[in-house]
């Protein structure tokens, strides 16, 4: 297992933008497919981003594809969530996650969660 503590979420105007970070600490974090996903009000949980151990494969929901950047520094054990061009529909609860295989690019693939931040993007 390996812990996770998401930082960064807050109330943004539409079109502006926030950084997200998660720290994570137990196992060896370099070990890790990392993720962000979010969950808004009464939907299911969202697959935004994933970066494999090297950062040589990202992978993105179409909804952000262009706007969210993941990025992640292994020697600090922590991934990154760079949020762009924010819509009032971005808004809900951020959470980061990290997976031992992507297979459906769900939360299904994701084992280790943190507890979440809020992200609340005014129109």
């Known amino acids: 297992q390996v812990q996770l503590v998401e930082s960064g979420g807050g109330l943004v105007q539409a079109g502006g933008s926030l950084r997200l970070s998660c720290a994570a600490s137990g196992r060896t974090f370099s070990s890790f497919v990392m993720g962000w996903l979010r969950q808004a009000p009464g939907k299911e949980r969202e697959f935004l981003a994933a970066i494999t151990w090297t950062g040589g494969n990202i992978y993105y929901a179409d909804s952000v594809k262009g706007r969210f950047t993941i990025s992640r520094d292994n020697a600090k054990n922590t991934v990154y969530l760079q949020m762009n061009s924010l819509k009032p529909e971005d808004t809900g609860v951020y959470y980061c996650?990290?997976?031992?295989?992507?297979?459906?690019?769900?939360?299904?693939?994701?084992?280790?969660w943190g507890q979440g931040t809020q992200v609340t993007v005014s129109s």
């Open positions: 996650a990290a997976s031992v295989m992507l297979r459906n690019l769900d939360q299904a693939d994701f084992g280790s």
